[in-house]
């Protein structure tokens, strides 16, 4: 039997939904219209497997930010009646036949990325359901990221458009230009447009950073910047090795009893 895993962005969705809902801090209204929202994904994939994964809750911020103290630092946090108000989601979720997933000290990205990397890899689809341009570097055959608000593929297509390079080097890009709303500094004076240059000229970061022949207009700034921008390039890669703990069987999709 063919398998298709649809791995749901759990906060990804949920707090655009209630982001979309100002001034109405009501937690059932957003978790039923999270439900519509996922009742729509699930007629359109048509999932043998569904799961939602969540961020923890904990104080711990995560490897990333060991690596870059500043990480994803100064982000509007979870509102009040969200955190308070997961467990109704999540139980809402689970009527409809949809398992939650939360990680453990570990951003929710490493396990959404692990858990779709581990099914795809073995010729089966994957769905990814987010925004979050960052699962792009997992691009292959059997693996997609669907934006469900703008109703777009985030395919190689468009990350090539958007970006100007290819999937595979998403996170070489990151490591040179950054990622300013997470806080990824890159290299100072390395934007985008010179990121792609460099990425024409050379395969990766690290040929970069190695190289005895780049340009003084680019040298000069890049000088002294290895270590942050292999950090930058670390930050911005998903771990795709996280321990599991589950199995396929565990989040198979059974359409509810009415």
Request: glycine share 6%.
């Amino acid at each position: 039997m063919a398998i298709h895993l649809v791995v749901i962005d759990a906060l990804n969705l949920i707090r655009r939904v209630h982001a979309a809902r100002p001034g109405e801090p009501d937690v059932p209204a957003t978790a039923e219209t999270c439900c519509r929202a996922l009742s729509k994904i699930i007629k359109i994939s048509q999932p043998t497997h569904i799961v939602a994964v969540f961020d923890h809750h904990g104080d711990d911020r995560g490897w990333r930010a060991e690596i870059l103290p500043h990480y994803k630092e100064g982000r509007k946090p979870m509102p009040d009646e969200l955190m308070t108000g997961m467990d109704i989601i999540q139980d809402a979720f689970m009527n409809m036949g949809i398992d939650s997933l939360l990680s453990d000290g570990d951003e929710a990205d490493d396990l959404v990325a692990t858990l779709a990397l581990k099914v795809a890899s073995r010729g089966e689809q994957v769905t990814i359901i987010s925004t979050d341009k960052g699962y792009c570097q997992l691009l292959q055959p059997t693996l997609r990221i669907r934006d469900y608000f703008q109703e777009r593929w985030l395919d190689s297509a468009f990350i090539e458009k958007e970006y100007g390079v290819a999937p595979d080097k998403l996170t070489d890009y990151w490591g040179l230009a950054g990622i300013s709303s997470s806080k990824i500094p890159g290299i100072t004076g390395i934007g985008p447009k010179a990121a792609v240059e460099l990425l024409q000229l050379y395969p990766n970061l690290e040929a970069i950073l190695a190289a005895d022949d780049l340009p003084a207009k680019w040298k000069k700034k890049i000088d002294g910047n290895h270590e942050i921008a292999l950090a930058s390039k670390a930050a911005s890669s998903l771990k795709t090795d996280l321990a599991l703990g589950f199995n396929l069987q565990d989040i198979r999709y059974h359409v509810p009893q009415a």
